[in-house]
């Protein structure tokens, strides 16, 4: 089991964002610089955990984004005395299309061979007072 909290405000931008050009008649699809630089931020927070030797096997990958809490929220949270709580976020992106950035980064920094060894995933997104993304993947036996 290899288990680490990544300590960042996570992107909002997801794979879904390619851009599309005609050039010249030809179809052209491109990364706009928000989204390459989402990217490098991610392979640069996930280098410092990838495991010796790639998982093996079926895998589970858990994963909790937590974003800022907006300032009407903080401020609640203050006047309770809560300064720990995280509350499940509503609103954009989506999770099937934030993860999909992450496992394929995932893949590049060799935490797997192939990001379809995953056979079980549970995704939840917050806003909290601890941005970040915890991340967790575990072997599943057969």
């Known amino acids: 089991m290899i288990e680490f909290f990544?300590?960042?405000?996570?992107?909002?931008?997801?794979?879904?964002?390619?851009?599309?050009?005609v050039n010249n008649g030809r179809t052209v699809f491109y990364e706009p610089g928000d989204l390459k630089a989402a990217r490098?931020?991610?392979?640069?927070?996930?280098?410092?955990?990838?495991p010796?030797?790639?998982m093996i096997g079926a895998?589970?990958?858990t994963t909790?984004?937590?974003?800022?809490?907006?300032?009407?929220?903080i401020n609640r949270l203050k006047s309770t005395g809560m300064n720990d709580l995280a509350i499940y976020k509503t609103t954009r992106p989506?999770?099937?299309?934030?993860?999909?950035?992450?496992?394929?980064?995932?893949?590049?920094?060799?935490?797997?061979?192939?990001?379809?060894?995953v056979a079980?995933?549970?995704?939840?997104?917050?806003?909290?007072?601890?941005p970040g993304i915890y991340i967790r993947i575990e072997e599943l036996k057969s």
């Open 6 to 21: 990544l300590s960042m405000v996570p992107p909002t931008i997801t794979q879904q964002e390619h851009k599309v050009v």
């Open 40 to 50: 490098q931020k991610f392979m640069d927070y996930l280098g410092r955990y990838v």
């Open 52 to 54: 010796d030797a790639p």
């Open 59 to 61: 895998l589970r990958l």
């Open 64 to 73: 909790k984004w937590i974003w800022p809490l907006p300032k009407n929220q």
């Open 94 to 117: 989506d999770t099937d299309n934030m993860i999909k950035m992450l496992k394929d980064c995932m893949t590049r920094c060799r935490f797997w061979k192939d990001d379809a060894q």
């Open 120 to 130: 079980s995933e549970i995704t939840e997104k917050f806003n909290g007072m601890h």
